[in-house]
C-alpha cells in the first residue's frame, strides 16, 4: 500500500514557476514509477510527467517538454515536478500517482493516487 500527498500548488503569474512535491508512504517507494497527471475544469486526466524507479527514465508530454522537469529522491520517499515558464493553460488539479510496473501514459495503470493540489496561472 503506498499514500501519497501532494503539496506546492498555488496561484502564479504567467512565466512563473511552481514545485510540486509528493510525499509517499511506504517502505517500497523506490520500486515504484511515479507519475504526474492534471485535470483542467471539464476536461479528462492527462498525461505529465513519469519517473522509472531509479530516476533514471523520465518521460514528459510534448506540451511540458522544456518547461517541466520530473525528479524523485528515493531516501526521502518524494517525487517533485519543476514547472517553469507556466502558461494559463497550465491551470488544473495536479496528481501524483504511483505505480508498481514499467511507465506508462496510461491513467488506468497507476495504482495510487494522490488527493491533487491546484495549479493556477493567471495575470
Known amino acids: 500500500q503506498v499514500q501519497l500527498v501532494e503539496s506546492g500548488g498555488g496561484l502564479v503569474q504567467p512565466g512563473g514557476s511552481l514545485r510540486l512535491s509528493c510525499a509517499a508512504s511506504g517502505r517500497t517507494f523506490s520500486s515504484y514509477t511515479m507519475g504526474w497527471f492534471r485535470q483542467a475544469a471539464g476536461k479528462e486526466r492527462e498525461f505529465v510527467a513519469s519517473?522509472?524507479?531509479?530516476?533514471?527514465?523520465?518521460y514528459l508530454a510534448d506540451s511540458v517538454k522544456g518547461r517541466f522537469t520530473i525528479s524523485r529522491d528515493n531516501a526521502k520517499n518524494t517525487v517533485y515536478l519543476q514547472m517553469n515558464s507556466l502558461k494559463i493553460e497550465d491551470t488544473a488539479v495536479y496528481y501524483c500517482a504511483a505505480r508498481n510496473g514499467p511507465a506508462t501514459v496510461t491513467t488506468s495503470r497507476y495504482d495510487y493516487w494522490g488527493q491533487g493540489t491546484q495549479v493556477t496561472v493567471s495575470s
Open positions: 519517473s522509472s524507479w531509479s530516476g533514471g527514465n523520465t
